[in-house]
Structure formats: structure tokens, C-alpha cells
């Protein structure tokens, strides 16, 4: 009481805010008070101890992670920036198109995107299994380890490779090896019937194929186009010469064979089985290895890799994301002492709509991938920023490891509670003005800052905006001014729709409109003349 009361000036503030050396610092928006200081964060603590972007939907969280990506990569202070965006729903191609490459499952090679390939080969054992066999008793699975092995020997018998030779390898070691030709060796041992001769020792027999009119099998079966061979039926009757009956050592996984032969035929998992040039022949044989693969995400000339990952299955998007940050982890880590490596040259990696995949109850690759790079990542170079709409969701010993936090607008006390948690004891108070902050403004708390701060982010410009705004019930503007919201909105009158179109786009998997014409009077399936794709 009777204390003096001063006015706080812009003056003290930017002296309150003021970086201690400029050189660590990055502008990141401008104090929400006070437009003509900027907000600046540590870039050494922001990048390799961690981060999260936490606001409920419509905060203008993918507008933050644009514009905090687009200061991260200021091409004259950061050229040599590094960063790879794991995109669940495809909102930041448009976003960051001026300074990334896109991978997609389904690119669009008219704007330059890549199409997306993930060799399962890359994958360790245990993530090859969930992708591919699913669950397998001991027997059986020893038996597929076994059998991988002996493929991968075979394939670095016809194509050496630096780093792992014969006698070391194992079912883990990323070495091409054939999976339709895993897949039928399985499927014979499998599915096999025999005819047994008369006298001789219980392995000496004969294939039972189903023959042709002209005497031979009428399928054998063929590896690569994943064609089951045709046996004939057991007959445990009738003359000895006519018996048929089931073939030695099966495993008992017919169902599981049944469910990697669908894998294999399914052309939304291509990316995946049949990788393009990183798809193995028979022999084990690539065109491509994995080097090539590395340099395309974390060694190419944009500073932002962007891993489209919107057109993939939901069913195998966890242990799918789980694999792609321990291929990237696995590498860095151990080329950490290279040129390449995560300690001359940090990489940081962005994962969207985190909750969906990193929550307290999954225990999926994903997750455990994620725990491992939030507790061992920051000595190696390699460091995350979670994005969440509901951080209350995430799994608290991820959330913990984050370092710095931007929290914006979250008005559920529970998801509150899980931010305030995740910082400092004493700043409760301070995340209960975040129900009432303006989409785009956020409180920084953590390492990179000195002292919080509440800021509003520099946005990118408008059309480099994420596609992740709401959509407009009443349009505003002129087409031809400034301000225009666009097409669209339920007060503009409407002619007739077409909805081949729709059903087009619905098939080919993808929401990107190549502007081409149907015509109706064939069914849909050609364009009309004169139109482009």
C-alpha cells in the first residue's frame, strides 16, 4: 500500500525483451502489446531441446508453424536450415512451397512434388512385421527372421554394400531383400500338397500341382506379381498312385500370408512394397539404396522436406510414423560425428496432429520413436516441435521434454492443466488468460525465451496461408481487389454442379484438381477435347 505506480514504456520493454546476443536470436512476430518490438526466441534451445505448438482448433496454429518455419529458414541467416515436416493432412505444401519440397503418395508432378517411397526394407524387424505379417507366434516368426536373413545375405552376394558384410548382418540391418519372394517361399511351405511315393523316405515326394490340359501345372505361381500357385486337393482314399496329402513343416500362418499377399497387391501401400527404384528384384538387387533416399529428406537443397502423409491408410499411419523418425534418428545418430551428421548440421522435425499418435495410452512405434528422440535427441543433433489441438491427449513425458511452449488460445481447463504442467510451477497464472487470446497471438514460455512473452506470430502472406482455414459461409470482397476471400460461401448463387468430378477425385485418392473436363457420355473416364491435365 502507498507503493508507487510507473507506467511500463516501450523503452523498458525493449530492454525487458532485448536479446543478449543478437546473433542466437530469431524474430519470431512482435510483442502483442507492442507492435514495434519484436518477439524474439533462441534458436540453439528452440531447435535441439524442444518445442510444442499447442491451441485448440481455429487458434491459427498451422499459420504459427508456417510463419515459425518460414523465420526458422531465413535463407540469409540459415542456409544450411533443416527441418522435415511429417504432414497428416497436406496443409503445408502451399504454406512453405517457396522454400520446400513436398513428398506425396499421389505428387503432383505439375507443381514439382515428389512421389513418396518408404522402403519397408529400411525398416527394422519388429516394424516390418507390423506392416506387413502382423502378429506371429514364436515358430513362425523365427522362421520369417530366418528367412529375411538368408535373403538379405543373398542379395549383398550380388551387390556389395559398405558397412555390413555377411557375417554381421541381421534381420535389423537395412540391406535390400525380396518380400514377394519372401512371401511365396511362405506361401509353398504353406499351401503345399504332395504326392508320396510309394517306399521311399516321408521328404522324398512330389509336388501335387493342378495340372493343364496339356499335362503341366497350370500355376506355379509367380513371386512378383504375387500369384499364389494351384495345388490339388488332399484324397486320403482310393489307389496309393492317386493320394495326395499335405506337404512337410507347415506353420501354421496361412491367415497371416493371406493378409501380406493383400499388402502386396493393395496399390495404396505401393509406396511402400513397391517402392519405385528401391523396389528389390529377386536376387535383392535396388537401383536405388538408401543413401539416395537420406539426401532426397534431410540432404536436399530446401531447407523444409515435407512428408505428405494424408494419402497413406490410417491403419498403418502409427507404426508407418514410427518408422520414419527412427530411419531419420538412426541415421543422424550414427553419422554424428560427419559433415551429415545431427551435431555440425541439427535437424528438426515437425509433427502435426500429434495427439492422434503420441497418446498417454499408445505404446505404438510412433510413440516410443518420439520418447526416445525427446530423451536422447538434443546430444545428437536432432530435436521436435509437437503440434496439438489437445495437449492433454499427448503422453505427459513427451510434453515435458519439450523445452520451450507455444501455448495459444485453449479454453478446456483440462488441456490447461497439461500445459501449465508441462512448465514452469509458477506461471499458472499467466495460462489463464489463454481462453481469451486472439487467434495468431500466443504466450512463449521455456529456454528459448528469456522471460514469457505474449506475442502474435508473423503469419506468412496471405496466399502462402496453410490449408487450414475454416471455410466461409458468406464470402466478402471484390474478385478484383484486395481482400478477396475467395470462391465459395452459400450466398453465391450456383449452377449446375459436377459431380463426376467428385467421384473422380474420390477414386484417385487425392483432393488435388487437375482442371480436367469429363465428359458424361463415356462414363466419366475421358476427357473432353481440347481440355488439359
Not at 510309394?198 to 493342378?210: I, K, L, N, Q, R
Not at 449452377?495 to 457420355?521: A, C, F, G, N
Request: glycine share 10%; hydrophobic share 40%; charged share 25%.
Amino acid at each position: 500500500i502507498n507503493d508507487s505506480v510507473h507506467l511500463v514504456t516501450e523503452e523498458d520493454l525493449r530492454e525487458i525483451y532485448g536479446p543478449g546476443d543478437p546473433v542466437d536470436f530469431v524474430t519470431v512476430g512482435h510483442l502483442a502489446s507492442a507492435e514495434s518490438i519484436p518477439a524474439l526466441v533462441n534458436i540453439n534451445k528452440l531447435v535441439t531441446r524442444h518445442s510444442a505448438v499447442v491451441g485448440t482448433t481455429g487458434a491459427g496454429k498451422s499459420t504459427t508453424v508456417a510463419g515459425l518455419l518460414a523465420s526458422l529458414t531465413n535463407p540469409i541467416r540459415y542456409p544450411s536450415a533443416r527441418i522435415v515436416v511429417l504432414d497428416i493432412h497436406g496443409e503445408y505444401a502451399k504454406a512453405l512451397a517457396d522454400r520446400s519440397v513436398v513428398f506425396r503418395v499421389a505428387p503432383d508432378i505439375g507443381k514439382g512434388e515428389k512421389p513418396l517411397r518408404i522402403p519397408f526394407w529400411a525398416l527394422s524387424f519388429d516394424e516390418f512385421i507390423n506392416l506387413s505379417f502382423g502378429k506371429l507366434s514364436e515358430q513362425p516368426l523365427a522362421a520369417v527372421a530366418d528367412a529375411i536373413v538368408a535373403l538379405k545375405r543373398e542379395s549383398l552376394g550380388n551387390m556389395a554394400r559398405e558397412g555390413v558384410t555377411a557375417e554381421r548382418l541381421t534381420a535389423d540391418s537395412p540391406v535390400p531383400f525380396c518380400i514377394h519372394k519372401l512371401w511365396l517361399d511362405f506361401y509353398q511351405r504353406e499351401h503345399r500338397t504332395v504326392i508320396p511315393k510309394p517306399g521311399a523316405a516321408a521328404d522324398d515326394v512330389e509336388s501335387a500341382y493342378v495340372l493343364g490340359p496339356d499335362g503341366n501345372p497350370a500355376q506355379l505361381g509367380d513371386a512378383m506379381s504375387v500369384t499364389p500357385p494351384q495345388y490339388r486337393t488332399v484324397k486320403t482314399t482310393g489307389p496309393a498312385s492317386e493320394r495326395v496329402q499335405w506337404g512337410p513343416d507347415p506353420l501354421g500362418m496361412r491367415q497371416q500370408l493371406a493378409v501380406l499377399g493383400s499388402k502386396l497387391r493393395d496399390p495404396q501401400l505401393a509406396f511402400l512394397f513397391n517402392p519405385g527404384e528401391w523396389r528389390p528384384e529377386l536376387g535383392g538387387t535396388v537401383a536405388k539404396d538408401l543413401d539416395a533416399l537420406l539426401a532426397n529428406w534431410v540432404g536436399s537443397p530446401s531447407p523444409i522436406t515435407i512428408l505428405d502423409l494424408s494419402g497413406i491408410p490410417s491403419a498403418v499411419l502409427n507404426d508407418l510414423i514410427g518408422a520414419l523418425l527412427r530411419i531419420l534418428y538412426d541415421a543422424l545418430f550414427w553419422a554424428r560425428n560427419l559433415p551429415e551428421g545431427g551435431r555440425e548440421r541439427p535437424l528438426m522435425l515437425v509433427l502435426e496432429e500429434a495427439h492422434t499418435y503420441l497418446g498417454k495410452e499408445h505404446s505404438g512405434a510412433a510413440a516410443t520413436a518420439v520418447r526416445r528422440i525427446a530423451k536422447e535427441g538434443r546430444k545428437y543433433g536432432v530435436g521436435v516441435m509437437i503440434v496439438s489441438q489437445r495437449p492433454s491427449e499427448i503422453d505427459p513425458t513427451i510434453l515435458s521434454q519439450c523445452g520451450t511452449i507455444f501455448a495459444m488460445r485453449l479454453a478446456n481447463d483440462i488441456d490447461r492443466g497439461q500445459v501449465a504442467g508441462a512448465a514452469s510451477d509458477n506461471l499458472k497464472g499467466l495460462f489463464d488468460m489463454l481462453p481469451i487470446l486472439r487467434t495468431g497471438e500466443a504466450i512463449i514460455v521455456g529456454e528459448a525465451v528469456s522471460l514469457p512473452i505474449r506475442t502474435l506470430i508473423d503469419p506468412p502472406d496471405k496466399n502462402r496461408r496453410p490449408d487450414s482455414g475454416d471455410p466461409r459461409i458468406v464470402v466478402r470482397g471484390d474478385p478484383n481487389k484486395d481482400g478477396y476471400e475467395g470462391e465459395g460461401g452459400w450466398a453465391v448463387p450456383r449452377h449446375t454442379e459436377d459431380y463426376l468430378i467428385v467421384m473422380r477425385q474420390w477414386r484417385k485418392q487425392s483432393p488435388h484438381y487437375e482442371h480436367k473436363k469429363i465428359d458424361p457420355s463415356d462414363g466419366g473416364s475421358t476427357p473432353k477435347s481440347g481440355a488439359t491435365s
